[in-house]
């Protein structure tokens, strides 16, 4: 073979072998803090993923809605490619497909085994209703049960009357209208902002992590009402997905089981610290289950 050929070959083999080792870029948006079960979740997942890959495909982070999205935007920034990958609170999303709000429906999964059955036999709604927005199910991940953050101690329903309550879905706000509150579905990321302007009188949210001690500023009580354990999804464009070779679609695939398995075993024990922090920082802590809120309140819709 001419030395010119074997030149040609030489060369060709190695920009396809560096093209196959080129490393893979992509962006995750949550709007939620680090320090919450969905931040941590986040960053495990990057890290299960940098292994897995051996490098090959790296994840930059973006908090506290840093890239501007919030969850209900999230679906659709990642349709189109504004963000490669994002963490979303589902029943924000009820607006896009409304199999989004199952998991937030109030008292149709309020213990973390409901929960994971629940998210077992919905994934493949889940995954149909994503496919047809151009990406694809990564993982679910659960939040701890969600309670009532409120200035004074609440002792009965009555007591929500004419309460300014945030939501989270548009579920939530069914509920406590139909028990006499004023609720407004507000995203995460806007609530201390409203608190502190005095626009809030209570906000539904399991608190966890971080956001229970930003709460706790306003707040300074919080009752466990077993209203849901509410989900998460975590979501990459198809296109970006696609561009990915089978050898690391597999090694992400890996580092998905391990996330998800690591998310939901860790739940119970991330309920039991989140209710100790809460002792720790001096907010009143009951367990209540609203009486006959199940009875009265729409399931849904």
Known sequence: MPRRT?????LVLLVASAAHAQTVRWTMANEYPASSIQGEADARFTREVLERTGGRVVIAN????????RS???VDAIA????TLGNTFMGAAGAIDPIFELP??????ST??????????????YEAALARRNQKLLFLSPWPPAGLWSKTPLTSVDELKGLRVRTPDASGVLVFKALGAAPAQISFADVMPMLRAGQLDSVVSSGDGGAGSRFAEVLRHFTVIEYAVTSSMVTVNLDAWRALDPS???AVLAAVEATEAKQWNLLPSRIATNYA????AGVGNQRRRLSGASARAPRGG
């Open 6 to 10: 074997v030149i040609a070959s030489a």
């Open 62 to 69: 973006q908090y506290d809605a840093a890239s501007g999205f």
């Open 72 to 74: 209900k935007d999230m």
């Open 80 to 83: 189109r490619g504004a963000v």
């Open 104 to 109: 937030s429906l109030p008292f149709l999964a």
């Open 112 to 125: 973390p085994d409901e929960a994971r059955v629940l998210a077992e036999i919905a994934r493949p709604a």
């Open 248 to 250: 690391l679609r597999d």
């Open 277 to 280: 922090q809460l002792r720790a």
